[in-house]
């Protein structure tokens, strides 16, 4: 059986360097999902956001004017 100077064997030796790989790759691994969360949140936050609608309309008497979706109110001016 093969050993090496400190007395591991060589089976010994890959179990190790794949241990150490491994937890390498579960740590990007983990890097990746929480990137993965905070894009899909700031996503959510991003469509959750007020949005302001502003109608102008012409006709024979003057403008009429309708600003919504702020929250304390409509403005119209007909």
């Given at each position: 059986?093969?050993?090496?100077?400190?007395?591991?064997?060589?089976?010994?030796?890959?179990l190790?360097?794949?241990?150490?790989?491994?937890?390498?790759?579960?740590?990007?691994?983990?890097?990746?999902?929480?990137?993965?969360?905070?894009?899909?949140?700031?996503?959510l936050?991003?469509?959750?956001?007020?949005?302001?609608?502003?109608?102008?309309?012409?006709?024979e008497?003057?403008?009429?004017?309708?600003?919504?979706?702020?929250?304390?109110?409509?403005?119209t001016?007909?």
């Amino acid at each position: 059986m093969y050993m090496d100077e400190e007395g591991m064997t060589l089976a010994t030796e890959i179990l190790q360097e794949l241990k150490a790989s491994a937890r390498r790759w579960f740590i990007a691994f983990l890097i990746m999902l929480g990137i993965e969360i905070a894009t899909v949140a700031g996503f959510l936050w991003y469509l959750s956001l007020p949005v302001d609608e502003t109608v102008t309309v012409e006709n024979e008497d003057g403008n009429a004017n309708y600003v919504g979706g702020n929250v304390s109110g409509d403005i119209t001016n007909q």
